[in-house]
Protein backbone atom coordinates (compact mmCIF):
# COMPACT_ATOMS: atom_id res chain seq x y z
CA UNK A 1 0.00 0.00 0.00
CA UNK A 2 1.37 3.55 -0.59
CA UNK A 3 1.88 6.06 2.18
CA UNK A 4 2.04 9.49 1.52
CA UNK A 5 1.63 13.03 2.78
CA UNK A 6 -0.45 13.86 -0.42
CA UNK A 7 -2.85 11.31 0.34
CA UNK A 8 -4.55 12.24 3.01
CA UNK A 9 -7.93 11.40 1.25
CA UNK A 10 -8.12 8.92 -0.67
CA UNK A 11 -11.29 10.39 -2.13
CA UNK A 12 -13.62 12.68 -4.48
CA UNK A 13 -13.86 16.32 -3.85
CA UNK A 14 -17.24 17.77 -4.41
CA UNK A 15 -18.23 21.43 -3.13
CA UNK A 16 -14.54 22.17 -0.99
CA UNK A 17 -15.48 18.68 1.19
CA UNK A 18 -13.13 15.08 0.44
CA UNK A 19 -16.27 12.69 -0.18
CA UNK A 20 -16.81 8.88 -0.64
CA UNK A 21 -19.23 7.27 -3.17
CA UNK A 22 -22.68 7.25 -2.47
CA UNK A 23 -22.85 3.45 -2.09
CA UNK A 24 -19.87 3.39 -0.63
CA UNK A 25 -18.32 1.05 -3.41
CA UNK A 26 -14.41 1.90 -3.96
CA UNK A 27 -12.19 0.35 -6.67
CA UNK A 28 -8.57 -1.15 -6.22
CA UNK A 29 -5.37 1.22 -7.69
CA UNK A 30 -2.50 -1.27 -8.48
CA UNK A 31 1.13 -0.71 -9.28
CA UNK A 32 2.01 -1.95 -12.86
CA UNK A 33 5.73 -3.20 -12.32
CA UNK A 34 5.22 -5.29 -9.41
CA UNK A 35 1.20 -5.68 -9.38
CA UNK A 36 0.84 -4.35 -5.40
CA UNK A 37 -2.13 -2.92 -4.37
CA UNK A 38 -1.43 0.79 -4.28
CA UNK A 39 -4.59 2.44 -2.59
CA UNK A 40 -8.32 1.88 -3.29
CA UNK A 41 -10.38 5.29 -3.78
CA UNK A 42 -14.40 5.70 -4.27
CA UNK A 43 -15.68 4.50 -7.37
CA UNK A 44 -18.62 7.31 -8.17
CA UNK A 45 -21.36 7.47 -10.55
CA UNK A 46 -23.78 10.10 -11.35
CA UNK A 47 -25.25 11.50 -8.40
CA UNK A 48 -21.64 12.84 -7.01
CA UNK A 49 -21.65 14.21 -10.57
CA UNK A 50 -25.03 16.04 -10.40
CA UNK A 51 -23.35 17.60 -7.26
CA UNK A 52 -20.52 18.14 -8.45
CA UNK A 53 -21.73 19.83 -11.61
CA UNK A 54 -24.63 22.04 -9.13
CA UNK A 55 -21.33 22.81 -7.23
CA UNK A 56 -19.45 24.05 -9.70
CA UNK A 57 -22.04 26.11 -11.53
CA UNK A 58 -22.57 28.09 -8.12
CA UNK A 59 -19.18 28.78 -8.13
CA UNK A 60 -19.38 30.63 -11.14
CA UNK A 61 -21.37 32.98 -9.72
CA UNK A 62 -17.90 34.71 -7.87
CA UNK A 63 -16.67 36.49 -10.73
CA UNK A 64 -12.71 36.91 -9.76
CA UNK A 65 -10.43 39.48 -11.45
CA UNK A 66 -7.58 37.96 -13.76
CA UNK A 67 -5.11 39.14 -11.19
CA UNK A 68 -6.17 36.56 -8.56
CA UNK A 69 -6.98 34.14 -11.31
CA UNK A 70 -2.73 34.59 -12.00
CA UNK A 71 -2.29 34.37 -8.36
CA UNK A 72 -3.62 31.02 -8.01
CA UNK A 73 -1.44 30.04 -11.49
CA UNK A 74 1.49 31.07 -10.04
CA UNK A 75 0.93 29.52 -6.57
CA UNK A 76 -0.38 25.75 -7.96
CA UNK A 77 2.83 26.35 -10.05
CA UNK A 78 4.94 27.00 -6.94
CA UNK A 79 3.42 24.11 -4.64
CA UNK A 80 4.05 21.73 -7.46
CA UNK A 81 7.59 22.29 -7.85
CA UNK A 82 7.97 22.39 -4.16
CA UNK A 83 6.21 18.76 -3.95
CA UNK A 84 7.84 17.35 -7.24
CA UNK A 85 9.67 14.66 -5.74
CA UNK A 86 6.27 13.19 -3.80
CA UNK A 87 3.89 14.02 -6.50
CA UNK A 88 6.98 12.44 -9.45
CA UNK A 89 7.33 9.25 -6.44
CA UNK A 90 3.03 8.95 -6.79
CA UNK A 91 3.19 9.44 -10.38
CA UNK A 92 5.93 6.22 -10.90
CA UNK A 93 4.17 3.91 -8.66
CA UNK A 94 0.91 4.09 -10.32
CA UNK A 95 1.94 4.71 -13.71
CA UNK A 96 5.19 2.95 -14.16
CA UNK A 97 7.06 5.17 -15.77
CA UNK A 98 10.64 5.57 -14.83
CA UNK A 99 11.47 7.85 -11.86
CA UNK A 100 13.33 10.51 -13.97
CA UNK A 101 10.39 10.69 -16.38
CA UNK A 102 7.73 11.20 -13.51
CA UNK A 103 9.58 14.31 -11.93
CA UNK A 104 10.29 15.45 -15.46
CA UNK A 105 5.93 15.14 -16.33
CA UNK A 106 5.55 16.98 -12.62
CA UNK A 107 7.54 19.89 -14.33
CA UNK A 108 5.68 19.88 -17.59
CA UNK A 109 2.17 20.16 -15.85
CA UNK A 110 4.19 23.17 -13.55
CA UNK A 111 5.31 24.53 -16.93
CA UNK A 112 1.48 24.90 -18.03
CA UNK A 113 0.53 26.82 -14.66
CA UNK A 114 3.91 29.10 -15.51
CA UNK A 115 2.52 29.84 -18.90
CA UNK A 116 -0.72 30.91 -18.47
CA UNK A 117 -0.11 33.26 -15.11
CA UNK A 118 2.62 34.84 -17.37
CA UNK A 119 -0.56 35.16 -20.45
CA UNK A 120 -3.80 35.52 -18.44
CA UNK A 121 -3.74 39.40 -17.42
CA UNK A 122 -2.61 41.10 -21.01
CA UNK A 123 -4.75 38.17 -22.84
CA UNK A 124 -8.46 38.21 -21.30
CA UNK A 125 -8.49 42.06 -21.10
CA UNK A 126 -11.24 43.41 -22.82
CA UNK A 127 -10.22 45.29 -26.48
CA UNK A 128 -12.00 48.50 -27.79
CA UNK A 129 -12.32 49.12 -31.53
CA UNK A 130 -13.29 52.18 -33.18
CA UNK A 131 -15.61 51.90 -35.35
CA UNK A 132 -15.79 54.36 -38.13
CA UNK A 133 -18.82 53.38 -40.30
CA UNK A 134 -21.49 52.91 -37.28
CA UNK A 135 -20.32 55.62 -35.28
CA UNK A 136 -19.57 53.55 -32.19
CA UNK A 137 -17.11 51.79 -30.03
CA UNK A 138 -16.72 47.85 -29.73
CA UNK A 139 -15.81 46.55 -26.60
CA UNK A 140 -14.73 42.58 -26.54
CA UNK A 141 -15.16 40.93 -23.82
CA UNK A 142 -13.86 37.64 -23.02
CA UNK A 143 -15.77 35.73 -20.68
CA UNK A 144 -15.28 32.36 -19.34
CA UNK A 145 -17.55 29.60 -20.97
CA UNK A 146 -19.12 28.36 -17.72
CA UNK A 147 -18.65 24.88 -15.53
CA UNK A 148 -16.48 22.85 -17.78
CA UNK A 149 -15.91 19.20 -17.27
CA UNK A 150 -12.40 17.88 -18.15
CA UNK A 151 -11.78 13.89 -18.88
CA UNK A 152 -8.36 12.49 -18.78
CA UNK A 153 -6.19 9.24 -19.73
CA UNK A 154 -3.77 7.69 -17.52
CA UNK A 155 -0.62 8.13 -19.95
CA UNK A 156 0.20 11.22 -18.35
CA UNK A 157 -1.37 11.14 -14.97
CA UNK A 158 -0.68 14.76 -14.20
CA UNK A 159 0.43 16.92 -17.87
CA UNK A 160 -3.15 16.01 -19.19
CA UNK A 161 -5.11 17.59 -16.37
CA UNK A 162 -2.57 20.46 -16.20
CA UNK A 163 -2.97 21.31 -19.91
CA UNK A 164 -6.98 21.75 -19.17
CA UNK A 165 -6.84 23.33 -15.85
CA UNK A 166 -4.55 25.42 -16.05
CA UNK A 167 -6.28 27.43 -18.92
CA UNK A 168 -9.37 26.55 -16.71
CA UNK A 169 -8.38 28.64 -13.88
CA UNK A 170 -7.00 31.07 -16.00
CA UNK A 171 -10.38 31.53 -17.83
CA UNK A 172 -12.41 31.57 -14.52
CA UNK A 173 -14.34 28.50 -15.30
CA UNK A 174 -15.26 26.15 -12.62
CA UNK A 175 -14.74 22.08 -13.26
CA UNK A 176 -15.86 18.73 -12.72
CA UNK A 177 -12.53 16.53 -13.50
CA UNK A 178 -12.56 12.46 -13.68
CA UNK A 179 -9.54 10.98 -13.76
CA UNK A 180 -8.52 7.72 -15.62
CA UNK A 181 -9.01 4.66 -12.84
CA UNK A 182 -5.95 3.44 -13.79
CA UNK A 183 -4.24 6.71 -12.47
CA UNK A 184 -6.35 8.55 -9.54
CA UNK A 185 -3.94 9.02 -7.05
CA UNK A 186 -1.99 11.51 -8.52
CA UNK A 187 -4.82 13.73 -9.56
CA UNK A 188 -6.18 13.56 -5.87
CA UNK A 189 -2.18 14.54 -4.96
CA UNK A 190 -2.82 17.00 -6.78
CA UNK A 191 -6.15 18.35 -5.91
CA UNK A 192 -5.00 17.95 -2.21
CA UNK A 193 -2.60 20.93 -2.96
CA UNK A 194 -4.83 23.01 -4.39
CA UNK A 195 -7.30 22.74 -1.94
CA UNK A 196 -4.31 23.24 1.06
CA UNK A 197 -3.13 26.28 -1.10
CA UNK A 198 -5.23 28.13 -3.06
CA UNK A 199 -8.23 30.44 -1.71
CA UNK A 200 -10.68 29.01 -4.44
CA UNK A 201 -14.49 29.76 -4.66
CA UNK A 202 -16.09 27.15 -3.25
CA UNK A 203 -17.20 24.38 -5.55
CA UNK A 204 -14.20 26.05 -8.07
CA UNK A 205 -12.56 22.50 -8.43
CA UNK A 206 -14.25 19.11 -8.10
CA UNK A 207 -12.84 15.49 -8.48
CA UNK A 208 -15.31 12.60 -9.69
CA UNK A 209 -13.46 8.93 -9.55
CA UNK A 210 -15.06 6.04 -10.56
CA UNK A 211 -18.10 4.97 -13.59
CA UNK A 212 -16.91 6.60 -16.98
CA UNK A 213 -20.59 6.04 -18.50
CA UNK A 214 -22.51 7.69 -15.64
CA UNK A 215 -20.07 10.66 -15.27
CA UNK A 216 -19.34 11.16 -18.62
CA UNK A 217 -23.84 10.92 -19.77
CA UNK A 218 -24.28 13.32 -16.51
CA UNK A 219 -21.39 16.03 -17.94
CA UNK A 220 -22.99 15.77 -21.40
CA UNK A 221 -26.61 16.09 -20.43
CA UNK A 222 -26.28 18.39 -17.98
CA UNK A 223 -27.21 22.03 -19.70
CA UNK A 224 -25.15 23.51 -17.15
CA UNK A 225 -21.84 22.46 -18.42
CA UNK A 226 -21.18 24.26 -21.53
CA UNK A 227 -17.99 22.49 -22.44
CA UNK A 228 -15.82 19.12 -21.79
CA UNK A 229 -12.35 18.97 -22.50
CA UNK A 230 -11.21 15.15 -23.18
CA UNK A 231 -8.35 13.46 -23.96
CA UNK A 232 -8.55 9.88 -24.63
CA UNK A 233 -9.52 7.65 -27.85
CA UNK A 234 -10.79 8.40 -30.49
CA UNK A 235 -13.24 6.36 -30.21
CA UNK A 236 -14.74 7.68 -26.63
CA UNK A 237 -14.23 11.24 -28.52
CA UNK A 238 -16.94 10.19 -31.35
CA UNK A 239 -19.18 8.99 -28.10
CA UNK A 240 -18.63 12.63 -26.59
CA UNK A 241 -19.38 14.25 -29.91
CA UNK A 242 -22.46 12.27 -30.40
CA UNK A 243 -23.69 13.45 -26.86
CA UNK A 244 -22.76 16.79 -27.10
CA UNK A 245 -25.33 17.42 -29.73
CA UNK A 246 -27.85 17.84 -27.35
CA UNK A 247 -27.25 20.97 -25.65
CA UNK A 248 -24.34 21.81 -28.40
CA UNK A 249 -21.98 21.85 -26.13
CA UNK A 250 -18.48 22.78 -26.40
CA UNK A 251 -15.97 20.32 -27.26
CA UNK A 252 -11.92 20.00 -26.79
CA UNK A 253 -10.98 16.80 -28.06
CA UNK A 254 -7.44 15.56 -27.89
CA UNK A 255 -7.45 11.87 -29.44
CA UNK A 256 -5.39 9.07 -30.67
CA UNK A 257 -2.58 9.31 -32.78
CA UNK A 258 -0.75 7.20 -35.79
CA UNK A 259 2.51 9.39 -36.20
CA UNK A 260 4.56 8.88 -39.26
CA UNK A 261 8.49 8.93 -38.58
CA UNK A 262 10.17 9.94 -41.75
CA UNK A 263 14.15 9.11 -42.31
CA UNK A 264 15.46 11.26 -45.44
CA UNK A 265 18.62 10.01 -47.23
CA UNK A 266 20.17 12.99 -46.41
CA UNK A 267 19.27 12.98 -42.79
CA UNK A 268 21.94 12.74 -40.21
CA UNK A 269 21.35 8.52 -39.65
CA UNK A 270 23.00 9.20 -35.76
CA UNK A 271 20.46 12.32 -34.83
CA UNK A 272 17.53 10.62 -36.16
CA UNK A 273 18.19 7.40 -34.36
CA UNK A 274 18.74 9.65 -30.97
CA UNK A 275 15.43 11.57 -31.82
CA UNK A 276 13.43 8.65 -32.19
CA UNK A 277 14.80 6.78 -29.30
CA UNK A 278 13.55 9.95 -27.01
CA UNK A 279 10.37 10.43 -29.38
CA UNK A 280 9.21 6.64 -28.96
CA UNK A 281 10.26 5.41 -25.73
CA UNK A 282 8.60 7.58 -23.16
CA UNK A 283 5.98 6.56 -21.26
CA UNK A 284 7.18 3.05 -22.86
CA UNK A 285 5.82 3.96 -26.06
CA UNK A 286 2.52 4.55 -24.87
CA UNK A 287 1.87 8.54 -25.70
CA UNK A 288 -0.02 10.03 -28.42
CA UNK A 289 2.82 11.80 -30.29
CA UNK A 290 4.94 8.95 -30.38
CA UNK A 291 6.18 7.31 -33.70
CA UNK A 292 3.92 4.54 -34.68
CA UNK A 293 5.21 4.16 -38.25
CA UNK A 294 8.65 4.75 -39.24
CA UNK A 295 9.44 5.27 -42.97
CA UNK A 296 12.82 4.96 -43.91
CA UNK A 297 14.54 5.88 -47.38
CA UNK A 298 15.81 2.77 -49.00
CA UNK A 299 19.48 3.98 -49.47
CA UNK A 300 19.54 4.80 -45.81
CA UNK A 301 17.66 2.14 -44.52
CA UNK A 302 20.01 -0.87 -43.91
CA UNK A 303 22.20 1.74 -42.16
CA UNK A 304 19.22 3.67 -40.00
CA UNK A 305 18.25 -0.33 -39.07
CA UNK A 306 21.16 -1.02 -38.06
CA UNK A 307 21.26 2.09 -35.42
CA UNK A 308 18.19 1.86 -34.21
CA UNK A 309 18.54 -1.80 -33.66
CA UNK A 310 21.90 -1.29 -31.38
CA UNK A 311 20.15 1.45 -29.62
CA UNK A 312 16.74 -0.28 -28.70
CA UNK A 313 18.98 -3.54 -27.55
CA UNK A 314 20.90 -1.90 -24.73
CA UNK A 315 17.41 -0.54 -23.21
CA UNK A 316 16.63 -1.44 -19.55
CA UNK A 317 13.49 -2.39 -18.82
CA UNK A 318 12.00 -3.08 -15.50
CA UNK A 319 10.22 -0.73 -12.11
CA UNK A 320 10.42 2.53 -12.71
CA UNK A 321 11.32 3.52 -9.35
CA UNK A 322 15.05 1.22 -9.99
CA UNK A 323 17.83 3.25 -10.49
CA UNK A 324 18.77 2.37 -14.58
CA UNK A 325 15.53 1.61 -15.77
CA UNK A 326 14.67 3.22 -19.49
CA UNK A 327 11.56 1.47 -19.73
CA UNK A 328 8.88 0.77 -17.01
CA UNK A 329 6.11 -1.69 -18.01
CA UNK A 330 2.62 -1.18 -20.22
CA UNK A 331 -0.14 0.24 -17.71
CA UNK A 332 -2.28 -3.70 -17.86
CA UNK A 333 -3.11 -6.46 -20.05
CA UNK A 334 -5.24 -5.03 -22.45
CA UNK A 335 -2.52 -2.37 -23.24
CA UNK A 336 -0.10 -5.43 -23.23
CA UNK A 337 -2.06 -7.50 -25.43
CA UNK A 338 -2.65 -4.99 -28.02
CA UNK A 339 1.06 -4.29 -28.76
CA UNK A 340 1.69 -8.18 -28.25
CA UNK A 341 -0.75 -8.78 -31.10
CA UNK A 342 0.92 -5.96 -33.57
CA UNK A 343 4.22 -7.67 -32.97
CA UNK A 344 2.59 -11.03 -34.11
CA UNK A 345 0.46 -9.98 -37.40
CA UNK A 346 3.07 -8.10 -38.38
CA UNK A 347 5.60 -11.28 -38.09
CA UNK A 348 2.62 -13.45 -39.39
CA UNK A 349 2.67 -11.06 -42.21
CA UNK A 350 6.22 -10.97 -43.26
CA UNK A 351 8.30 -8.72 -41.05
CA UNK A 352 11.42 -9.59 -39.71
CA UNK A 353 12.36 -9.12 -36.23
CA UNK A 354 15.40 -6.92 -34.96
CA UNK A 355 15.62 -6.78 -32.33
CA UNK A 356 12.89 -7.72 -29.22
CA UNK A 357 11.03 -10.68 -28.13
CA UNK A 358 9.32 -13.03 -30.17
CA UNK A 359 5.04 -12.72 -29.57
CA UNK A 360 5.40 -16.23 -27.97
CA UNK A 361 8.07 -15.57 -25.14
CA UNK A 362 5.65 -12.33 -24.13
CA UNK A 363 3.67 -13.43 -21.25
CA UNK A 364 1.60 -10.63 -19.22
CA UNK A 365 1.02 -13.05 -16.20
CA UNK A 366 4.68 -13.07 -15.59
CA UNK A 367 4.22 -9.38 -15.03
CA UNK A 368 3.78 -6.18 -17.69
CA UNK A 369 7.22 -5.38 -18.98
CA UNK A 370 7.58 -5.70 -23.23
CA UNK A 371 10.76 -6.01 -24.54
CA UNK A 372 11.56 -3.26 -26.54
CA UNK A 373 11.19 -4.34 -30.33
CA UNK A 374 12.63 -3.62 -33.81
CA UNK A 375 10.76 -4.96 -36.59
CA UNK A 376 12.18 -4.71 -40.10
CA UNK A 377 10.54 -4.89 -43.76
CA UNK A 378 6.86 -3.58 -42.43
CA UNK A 379 4.44 -2.75 -45.42
CA UNK A 380 1.17 -0.65 -44.64
CA UNK A 381 -1.27 -4.27 -44.68
CA UNK A 382 0.14 -4.65 -41.36
CA UNK A 383 -1.72 -3.74 -38.19
CA UNK A 384 1.12 -1.62 -36.64
CA UNK A 385 1.24 0.85 -39.75
CA UNK A 386 -2.66 1.71 -39.29
CA UNK A 387 -3.92 1.22 -36.11
CA UNK A 388 -1.79 2.95 -32.55
CA UNK A 389 0.41 0.35 -31.07
CA UNK A 390 0.74 2.16 -27.87
CA UNK A 391 3.65 0.15 -27.29
CA UNK A 392 7.76 -0.37 -27.24
CA UNK A 393 7.31 -1.38 -30.92
CA UNK A 394 9.22 0.00 -33.77
CA UNK A 395 8.22 -0.87 -37.38
CA UNK A 396 10.99 0.32 -40.25
CA UNK A 397 9.03 0.61 -43.46
CA UNK A 398 11.44 1.11 -46.75
CA UNK A 399 10.04 4.06 -49.25
CA UNK A 400 11.51 5.62 -52.37
CA UNK A 401 10.90 9.07 -52.97
CA UNK A 402 9.19 11.78 -51.31
CA UNK A 403 5.77 11.61 -53.35
CA UNK A 404 5.52 8.25 -51.80
CA UNK A 405 6.52 8.90 -48.32
CA UNK A 406 3.59 11.53 -48.17
CA UNK A 407 1.31 9.88 -49.71
CA UNK A 408 1.84 6.70 -47.44
CA UNK A 409 2.24 9.11 -44.14
CA UNK A 410 -0.76 10.73 -45.08
CA UNK A 411 -3.32 7.18 -45.29
CA UNK A 412 -4.49 7.35 -41.82
CA UNK A 413 -7.73 8.88 -40.42
CA UNK A 414 -5.40 10.50 -37.54
CA UNK A 415 -3.72 13.60 -37.76
CA UNK A 416 -1.89 14.65 -34.54
CA UNK A 417 2.05 13.81 -34.81
CA UNK A 418 4.49 13.67 -37.96
CA UNK A 419 8.18 13.77 -37.28
CA UNK A 420 10.67 14.79 -40.31
CA UNK A 421 14.45 14.14 -40.30
CA UNK A 422 16.52 15.58 -43.59
CA UNK A 423 19.62 17.84 -44.16
CA UNK A 424 17.63 20.14 -46.16
CA UNK A 425 15.15 22.51 -44.54
CA UNK A 426 13.46 23.08 -48.13
CA UNK A 427 12.72 19.51 -49.09
CA UNK A 428 11.60 18.61 -45.72
CA UNK A 429 9.52 21.60 -44.98
CA UNK A 430 7.92 20.90 -48.71
CA UNK A 431 7.08 18.05 -47.14
CA UNK A 432 5.49 18.94 -43.71
CA UNK A 433 3.81 21.55 -45.62
CA UNK A 434 1.84 18.47 -47.32
CA UNK A 435 1.53 16.84 -44.05
CA UNK A 436 -2.13 16.63 -42.45
CA UNK A 437 -0.68 16.26 -38.40
CA UNK A 438 -1.29 19.42 -36.25
CA UNK A 439 2.40 18.79 -34.71
CA UNK A 440 5.14 18.45 -37.31
CA UNK A 441 8.61 18.00 -35.93
CA UNK A 442 11.76 18.65 -38.47
CA UNK A 443 14.83 16.56 -36.73
CA UNK A 444 13.77 16.98 -33.42
CA UNK A 445 11.33 14.10 -31.61
CA UNK A 446 10.02 16.59 -29.19
CA UNK A 447 6.41 16.80 -28.35
CA UNK A 448 4.22 19.32 -26.84
CA UNK A 449 5.23 22.13 -25.01
CA UNK A 450 3.50 24.63 -23.39
CA UNK A 451 3.86 27.65 -24.96
CA UNK A 452 2.82 26.59 -28.40
CA UNK A 453 -0.69 25.35 -29.44
CA UNK A 454 -1.30 21.80 -30.17
CA UNK A 455 -4.05 19.91 -31.20
CA UNK A 456 -4.94 16.51 -33.80
CA UNK A 457 -6.81 17.06 -37.05
CA UNK A 458 -8.98 14.95 -38.73
CA UNK A 459 -10.06 12.16 -36.08
CA UNK A 460 -7.02 13.30 -33.75
CA UNK A 461 -9.89 15.98 -32.37
CA UNK A 462 -10.89 18.89 -31.90
CA UNK A 463 -9.71 22.46 -30.50
CA UNK A 464 -5.72 23.03 -28.78
CA UNK A 465 -3.71 22.80 -26.02
CA UNK A 466 -1.11 24.58 -25.22
CA UNK A 467 -0.31 28.65 -26.36
CA UNK A 468 -3.36 31.36 -26.39
CA UNK A 469 -4.99 29.02 -28.38
CA UNK A 470 -5.44 26.92 -25.51
CA UNK A 471 -6.59 29.51 -23.26
CA UNK A 472 -9.16 30.82 -25.51
CA UNK A 473 -10.78 27.64 -26.09
CA UNK A 474 -12.17 28.36 -22.40
CA UNK A 475 -13.55 31.57 -22.94
CA UNK A 476 -16.10 33.42 -25.03
CA UNK A 477 -15.85 36.76 -27.18
CA UNK A 478 -19.04 39.14 -26.21
CA UNK A 479 -19.13 42.37 -28.23
CA UNK A 480 -20.67 45.41 -26.83
CA UNK A 481 -21.03 48.19 -29.38
CA UNK A 482 -21.27 51.38 -27.24
CA UNK A 483 -23.18 54.18 -29.31
CA UNK A 484 -23.54 56.32 -26.29
CA UNK A 485 -21.06 58.87 -27.56
P1 LIG B 1 -10.06 6.13 -23.26
O1 LIG B 1 -10.37 4.71 -23.07
O2 LIG B 1 -10.83 6.88 -24.27
O3 LIG B 1 -10.19 6.79 -21.81
C1 LIG B 1 -9.84 8.13 -21.55
C2 LIG B 1 -10.69 8.66 -20.40
O4 LIG B 1 -12.04 8.69 -20.83
C3 LIG B 1 -10.66 7.75 -19.16
O5 LIG B 1 -10.74 8.55 -18.01
C4 LIG B 1 -11.92 6.91 -19.36
O6 LIG B 1 -12.42 6.37 -18.17
C5 LIG B 1 -12.85 7.97 -19.91
N1 LIG B 1 -14.02 7.43 -20.60
C6 LIG B 1 -14.18 6.24 -21.19
N2 LIG B 1 -15.43 6.11 -21.67
C7 LIG B 1 -16.08 7.26 -21.39
C8 LIG B 1 -17.39 7.74 -21.61
N3 LIG B 1 -18.32 7.02 -22.24
N4 LIG B 1 -17.71 8.98 -21.18
C9 LIG B 1 -16.81 9.72 -20.53
N5 LIG B 1 -15.54 9.32 -20.27
C10 LIG B 1 -15.18 8.11 -20.70
O7 LIG B 1 -8.52 6.34 -23.64
P2 LIG B 1 -7.25 5.66 -22.93
O8 LIG B 1 -7.06 4.32 -23.51
O9 LIG B 1 -7.33 5.81 -21.48
O10 LIG B 1 -6.09 6.63 -23.43
C11 LIG B 1 -5.28 6.34 -24.51
C12 LIG B 1 -5.71 7.14 -25.73
O11 LIG B 1 -5.59 8.52 -25.42
C13 LIG B 1 -4.82 6.89 -26.92
O12 LIG B 1 -5.61 6.75 -28.08
C14 LIG B 1 -3.99 8.17 -27.00
O13 LIG B 1 -3.52 8.47 -28.28
C15 LIG B 1 -4.96 9.19 -26.49
N6 LIG B 1 -4.25 10.37 -26.01
C16 LIG B 1 -4.31 11.51 -26.76
C17 LIG B 1 -3.61 12.63 -26.37
C18 LIG B 1 -3.66 13.89 -27.18
O14 LIG B 1 -3.15 14.91 -26.72
N7 LIG B 1 -4.23 13.87 -28.38
C19 LIG B 1 -2.87 12.62 -25.19
C20 LIG B 1 -2.84 11.44 -24.44
C21 LIG B 1 -3.54 10.32 -24.87
P3 LIG B 1 -12.44 4.77 -17.93
O15 LIG B 1 -11.06 4.31 -18.14
O16 LIG B 1 -12.96 4.68 -16.53
O17 LIG B 1 -13.36 4.15 -18.94
Not at 2 to 24: C, E
Amino acid sequence: MIRSNLLSHLAGYVNDQWIAADTGKRMDVFNPATGEKLADVPFMGAAETRRAIASAKHALLTVSDAATRRHWLEVTRDALLEHQEEIGRILCLEHGKPWKEAQGEVQYAASFFDYYAGLVETATAPETLPDKFKGCTWTLYKRPVGVVGLITPWNFPIAMIAKKIAPALAAGCPSVIKPAPDTPLTMIAMFQIMAQTLDLPKGMINLVIGDAVQIGSELMDSPDVTMVSFTGSTATGRLLMQQAVKHVKRLGLELGGNAPFIVLDDADLDGAADGLMINKFRGAGQTCVCANRVYVQKKVYDAFAKKITERVSKLKVGDGMKEGTDIGPLINVNGFAKVKGHLADALDKGATLLTGSRPDALDATRGLFFTPTVIGGVDDTMRCCHEETFGPLIPLIPFDDDEEVIRRANDTEFGLAAYVFGKSQTRAHHIIARLHFGHCAFNTGTGPAAIAPFGGMLSSGLGREGGLEGLMEYMETQTVPDGSH
